[in-house]
């Protein structure tokens, strides 16, 4: 997957595990367009968690991310998300960074608003 193919997919991932949501919730926007590749409706916003987020469907070479996420998941249970923890130690502005499965995010993303529409 390449560009707005990826955006695409991220989208329909997102409809996908909110059943709630319509596709005008989540728009895949041009390529051309500055800011958010995929922008989301009040509803959206509401429902993936306040505050929202600006969602980029990056599709670069990240290879020393995926080694190091290839990494956790060799060693996580079965029962465990991997993730890594990371930064920029060549930049001391650099926010640490959490990597996460896509849709292990978006399942625990849906736990918690399942779980808050109980309360």
């Not at 500055?34 to 916003?45: C, M, N, Q, R, W």
């Not at 996580?76 to 499965?101: C, F, G, I, R, Y």
Request: glycine share 6%.
């Amino acid at each position: 997957m390449i560009g707005i193919t990826h955006q695409q997919h991220c989208r329909d991932l997102i409809l996908e595990y909110y059943p709630e949501l319509e596709p005008d919730d989540v728009i895949s926007t041009p390529p051309s367009v500055h800011g958010a590749d995929l922008t989301l409706s009040p509803k959206a916003k509401k429902i993936l968690g306040n505050p929202s987020y600006e969602m980029k469907a990056d599709k670069r070479g990240f290879k020393g991310v995926y080694n190091a996420v290839a990494q956790a998941r060799r060693q996580a249970q079965t029962d465990e998300n991997p993730m890594v923890v990371l930064t920029d130690h060549s930049d001391e502005t650099a926010k640490t960074l959490l990597v996460l499965d896509f849709e292990a995010w978006l399942g625990i993303s849906r736990m918690f608003y399942l779980k808050s529409r109980e309360d």
